[in-house]
T-cell receptor, first 113, second 106 residues
Framework: EAQVTQNPRYLITVTGKKLTVTCSQN?????MSWYRQDPGLGLRQIYY???????DKGDVPEGYKVSRKEKRNFPLILESPSPNQTSLYFC????????????FGSGTRLTVV | GEDVEQSLFLSVREGDSSVINCTYTDSSSTYLYWYKQEPGAGLQLLTY?????DMKQDQRLTVLLNKKDKHLSLRIADTQTGDSAIYFC??????FGTGTSLTVIP
């Protein structure tokens, strides 16, 4: 089944403890992206990647890192999480850039205490 | 960056039509999308429209595009309780609207 898989689905962590949210897609998509969703703010793009080894900042990149060493994986790294990064995170992928629509993962609900 | 705006809430009675509106600022948008997010789930692509079209119909869904006013709307005919969700418009793949929470009253 074609899908975007995120792990974990839920995570509670403490301030400053490094964490990684994994994202993997099995559709051979070139484009991948991370969003965070907050009430009243919709989805805001954190980072995106047009292809392997190519990553760019979205609208809210502060406090996050990403890597794209392989086409299928696009992990989101929080080196030192803070409470304002408590949010619902979505990974998405799309073929050949920006005109084909996204396939989304199921989301990761992160709470930083 | 681009601004994509939607009203936050909409309530309709079951069987009525729902109209969800979206305005955007980027006139170079070539594709415009509607996504649906059910509670506790990710976003699902509902429908899309090319910028050279004015209207697209897909069963109960009708998308209207007014390029001059940069206005996009999604009409859901015969709205059902299963249509209760948050609906997002997306312009040029990077910018989502804030989402409209649709509540269908039985």
């Amino acid at each position: 089944e074609a899908q975007v898989t995120q792990n974990p689905r839920y995570l509670i962590t403490v301030t400053g403890k490094k964490l990684t949210v994994t994202c993997s897609q099995n559709m051979n998509h070139e484009y991948m992206s991370w969003y965070r969703q907050d009430p009243g703010l919709g989805l805001r793009q954190i980072y995106y990647s047009m292809n392997v080894e190519v990553t760019d900042k979205g609208d809210v990149p502060e406090g996050y890192k990403v890597s794209r060493k392989e086409k299928r994986n696009f992990p989101l790294i929080l080196e030192s999480p803070s409470p304002n990064q408590t949010s619902l995170y979505f990974c998405a992928s799309s073929p050949q850039g920006t005109n084909y629509g996204y396939t989304f993962g199921s989301g990761t609900r992160l709470t930083v205490v | 960056g681009e601004d994509v705006e939607q009203s936050l809430f909409l309530s309709v009675r079951e069987g009525d039509s729902s109209v969800i509106n979206c305005t955007y600022t980027d006139s170079s948008s070539t594709y415009l999308y509607w996504y649906k997010q059910e509670p506790g789930a990710g976003l699902q692509l509902l429908t899309y429209i090319f910028s050279n079209m004015d209207m697209k119909q897909d069963q109960r869904l009708t998308v209207l595009l007014n390029k001059k006013d940069k206005h996009l709307s999604l009409r859901i005919a015969d709205t059902q309780t299963g249509d209760s969700a948050i609906y997002f418009c997306l312009s040029n793949q990077f910018y989502f609207g804030t989402g409209t929470s649709l509540t269908v009253i039985p």
